[in-house]
């Protein structure tokens, strides 16, 4: 693949999802935190897993977007962009600038309120003081571009070739590609590759013993840091070599895994959510692309693309869906994003449409089943907004 060398990123994300799709594949990938700290980041840009070239990093001229949002309490949180990073003390009313400027930022990971880190396009950063100083920190072999970290000094990651990443879209958060699982036990000054499993897209840890991960249609189960990984499930998808999966851990024993598919037609992207709570003997399918449901087994529909999911708790979880094409009553385009809510493990399941927002990438975090953050797009602006009611309503967040 090479296709996209020097060609403009369109802010109609659905005519760019459906080009590179066409050249290549979708997916994607993100590691998740513990479910007292649950925050999730994930774009809607899919990106495939296999493009050969590497190049320049992010210019001044890249599009200008927040990547991902993470949370400590309902108050101490940070939001990372293209441009940098942010950090707020009273639950998103205000936001004041740290770090360094202009330092493109693609996943967060707050452990508390002043132990935290930031993975970039080219470096990974960390701080321990609330923000006020982020000290660059070592990387393996290839860049990190997710991090789940379960204490102050135990972590783990997911390391990707740069070669794998077109240079315009080194900015998006969440790439879909194969990667090498890595882990530090100094608080990210040196990483280890985790040798016994070969390659993921994704994993996520609930705590130092107890961790996921998955790549294609299958998942793996640690109950030892990852010493040992045990098979959790392998899905019955159709074109199973054409399948990326994402972790989001809920618990030890509790975890959702959204599979993306190859194809896409008529904005629609196969994918599908599912959930365990008992440690991967049961499964349960909880919202699919409708469209595309002869690629998997039924479950509730959902709109042309699966947005992000937060994950808060095993009976607490919201999936983010996009429409590209559809109209919001009183928009000045197309796009459409709503959120399906469940509270009780995915046995009901309550929809509300997001007004102010219409397109993504999009970003998510909640850190208790009423309190939450979102950004994404409206109208070509970047928004960001706070609900205290799960999501039914939300009040929007002035970002310098």
Request: net charge positive; aromatic share 10%.
């Amino acid at each position: 693949m090479g296709g996209l060398g020097g060609a403009n990123l369109m802010p109609a994300w659905g005519v760019l999802v459906a080009s590179l799709l066409l050249l290549g594949g979708i997916g994607e990938s993100a590691a998740q935190l513990p479910p007292a700290r649950t925050a999730f980041v994930s774009s809607l840009i899919l990106i495939s897993r296999t493009l050969p070239m590497a190049g320049p990093r992010p210019t001044s001229s890249s599009p200008m977007f927040f990547t991902a949002i993470a949370f400590a309490d309902t108050r101490h949180g940070w939001l990372a962009g293209t441009d940098g990073l942010r950090a707020t003390v009273d639950g998103g009313t205000h936001w004041d600038r740290q770090g360094p400027r202009g330092v493109p930022i693609v996943a967060l990971d707050a452990l508390n309120v002043r132990v935290a880190w930031a993975v970039g396009v080219d470096r990974l950063l960390g701080t321990t003081d609330g923000g006020r100083y982020w000290r660059r920190l070592e990387e393996p072999r290839y860049p990190l571009r997710a991090v789940s970290f379960v204490s102050g000094t135990v972590g783990f990651g997911v390391s990707v070739n740069p070669k794998r990443i077109l240079p315009e879209l080194q900015v998006y958060p969440d790439l879909a590609l194969r990667g090498t699982p890595v882990s530090t036990v100094d608080g990210g000054r040196t990483w280890k590759i985790m040798r016994t499993l070969p390659s993921v897209n994704s994993l996520c840890f609930a705590d130092p013993t107890a961790g996921w991960a998955a790549e294609g249609t299958r998942v793996w189960r640690t109950g030892n840091g990852g010493r040992t990984w045990r098979p959790a499930g392998t899905f019955s998808l159709r074109d199973p070599d054409g399948w990326t999966a994402t972790t989001y851990c809920a618990g030890p024993a509790a975890v959702w895994v959204r599979f993306w598919g190859d194809g896409v037609a008529m904005e629609h992207v196969p994918y599908i959510v599912y959930h365990s709570l008992d440690g991967g003997k049961h499964w349960k399918a909880d919202l699919e692309d409708a469209y595309t449901s002869n690629a998997y087994p039924p479950a509730r529909a959902g709109l042309g693309y699966s947005g992000p999911l937060a994950v808060v708790n095993p009976a607490t979880a919201f999936i983010v869906s996009v429409c590209p094409v559809c109209e919001l009553p009183g928009s000045k385009g197309f796009g459409m994003v709503w959120i399906d809510g469940t509270h009780d493990g995915g046995g009901t399941w309550q929809r509300s449409t997001v007004t102010w927002l219409t397109m993504g990438p999009i970003a998510i975090t909640s850190v208790n089943p009423t309190r939450g953050w979102m950004s994404g797009e409206l109208n070509g602006r970047r928004e960001l907004a706070a609900t205290a009611d799960g999501g039914r309503t939300w009040t929007p967040c002035r970002v310098g």
